[in-house]
């Protein structure tokens, strides 16, 4: 995923923070949050928007990137923080759409353990 367009386009937005999700957590993920924290970014893993083909492989990345510093969150958790408080115009919006989801988010997050 970080390619030299990528790392240009972080540079040219000013952005500190990055936010991962993927596929194959033990690999792809961890190598990407690594190799960001690496160039001085501050990485955020949303633990229910990333998986793997082993669920032992997925927790253990995800444990060897929190021991790293690298911040672990729910997309949940992630966007009311973003949101700041319910006086933000999107506030709404999003938490209706976030209720829609919740049962197949923990589905997705159970079938995970």
Known sequence: ML???????????????V????????ICVAQTGFELQRNGYKVVVLADAVSSTSPQERNLAL????????????LEGWTFELLGSAEHPLYKKTSDLLKRTKRTRAQIIEAML
């Open 19 to 26: 936010v991962v999700v993927g596929v194959e957590a033990h």
């Open 3 to 17: 390619t030299k367009e990528v790392f240009d386009l972080l540079k040219v937005e000013k952005r500190e923070h």
């Open 63 to 74: 444990r060897r990137m929190l021991a790293s510093r690298i911040s672990i969150n729910s």
